[in-house]
């Protein structure tokens, strides 16, 4: 698979970089947008540099969010310009549209080492829309604007869009250092793991696991099951959640995991207890009960502490380790602790000399939150979805259209 340096010279080239933006915002009491994790902006720099070093003229696209295809200006990549050129050590051009008026002049009055940052790929419809058919007058847009293609935002190479597929084949492309990089890990994972290899899947729904789980029955030793899906799981073993969240259809599903896993070997881990509270607010009564006896009118919100040091303790030994989803609310003081304690344990592995790798989205949100360095990880991934379908085993079309 081609990397920059297939490329050639790229001095006075100006190459579109398809990177990764799209940071969580908060509004201030004035209305301005601040950038609250630059995780994915800082993951974005190394490959820019690059580029900048061999005299390239960047520019960069990515999108923000999930608006319609048309403009929103709670989605505009505005407040990611000053963050980027901070990190740059280089001011960056915002263009105020993404193949416009404002791109084309600023991508016209570039110079050596210069940048421009393009809006929101997504204001334009013909990024997400469904057929080649749809995409390709804005993918033709995009490749004219640029003599080479550099494909860094691996946190949408799971889709099939404009800038993430169509352009790469209209321009001379190759993967950028961070993609390189995330499809290293992932390899580890999945080729010949260095065992114990035990996943830790959390999150809100259980739906957007299962396929996960499927593949990974015949890979992992340990499966450790937390956040809102571990309800289904214990739906699925015949007890109640009360108020907590459940994803009936999958029931049976979840059943069928289990009875797979005692069969093949592999350790699925649930908690034994729980975190509940009475409403889903930091500030609402809270219990922790035994994992078979969750009241009918409280919800679950988190792995209890007996939980906690049961799966810190099956995660002590792992020599690879991969973490996706939290274990609770983690957002709210009450229910951080299960999170917090997995991640705890992912460093200490980490220093004993396993492989760990955080899978982007919410886990990498948490481990920042909480407190923790990202250096303390092996890796965190800049995309959780990308990487939950590259263990799922299904293609990656922003990946396979660079193989050729």
Same mark, same amino acid.
């Given at each position: ?5 297939? /490329? !050639?010279? +790229?001095? $006075?080239?100006? *190459?579109?970089?398809?990177? @990764?933006?799209?940071?969580?915002? #908060?509004?201030? =009491? ?53 963050? /980027? !050129?901070? +990190?740059? $050590?280089?001011? *960056?051009?915002?263009?105020? @549209?993404?193949?416009?008026?404002? #791109?084309?002049? =600023? ?72 993609? #390189? ?224």
């Amino acid at each position: 698979m081609s990397d920059i340096a297939s /490329l !050639g010279d +790229l001095r $006075g080239k100006r *190459v579109l970089v398809r990177s @990764d933006l799209n940071v969580p915002l #908060a509004e201030q =009491a004035d209305g301005t947008r601040v950038i609250t994790d630059d995780g994915r902006i800082r993951a974005s720099v190394p490959t820019i540099k690059a580029l900048l070093e061999g005299g390239a003229r960047v520019i960069v696209c990515a999108h923000l969010g999930r608006p319609k295809g048309a403009p929103e200006e709670r989605y505009s990549l505005k407040p990611v310009v000053g963050r /980027l !050129g901070e +990190l740059l $050590g280089t001011p *960056v051009t915002f263009a105020t @549209d993404t193949v416009g008026e404002s #791109a084309q002049g =600023a991508v016209a009055a570039m110079g050596d080492g210069d940048v421009v940052l393009l809006e929101n790929l997504r204001f334009n419809p013909g990024e997400t829309a469904k057929t080649d058919e749809e995409r390709a007058a804005f993918a033709d847009a995009l490749a004219g604007l640029a003599d080479a293609y550099v494909s860094d935002g691996f946190g949408v190479v799971h889709r099939k869009q404009a800038s993430v597929y169509d352009v790469a084949t209209r321009l001379p492309s190759a993967m950028g250092g961070l993609v #390189a990089a995330e499809v290293e890990v992932l390899r580890r994972l999945t080729v010949d793991p260095e065992r114990p290899y035990a996943v830790v899947l959390g999150g809100a729904k259980v739906a957007d696991k299962l396929a996960v789980i499927d593949n990974l029955l015949g890979k992992a030793d340990r499966l450790l099951i937390g956040g809102g899906m571990l309800f289904t799981f214990l739906a699925a073993q015949g007890h109640e959640v009360g108020k907590s969240l459940l994803d009936v259809d999958s029931i049976e599903v979840c059943k069928d995991y289990l009875a797979r896993a005692a069969e093949t070997g592999v350790e699925i881990v649930l908690p034994v207890d729980i975190v509940c509270g009475k409403e889903f607010s930091a500030d609402t009564e809270t219990a922790v009960v035994r994992a078979d006896a969750i009241p009918a009118d409280m919800m679950g919100l988190d792995i209890g502490p007996e939980s906690a040091a049961i799966y810190a303790g099956k995660l002590a030994d792992a020599r690879t380790v991969f973490w996706n989803g939290p274990m609770g609310a983690f957002e709210m003081a009450p229910f951080a602790a299960g999170t917090k304690a997995v991640a705890q344990a992912l460093v200490d592995a980490t220093a004993a000399g396993a492989l760990t790798v955080v899978g982007g989205g919410d886990s990498a949100a948490a481990v920042r939150l909480l407190g923790f360095a990202d250096d303390q990880f092996g890796h965190i991934s800049t995309g959780g979805g990308a990487s939950l379908e590259y263990l799922e085993g299904k293609d990656l079309p922003g990946i396979s259209i660079l193989a050729g």
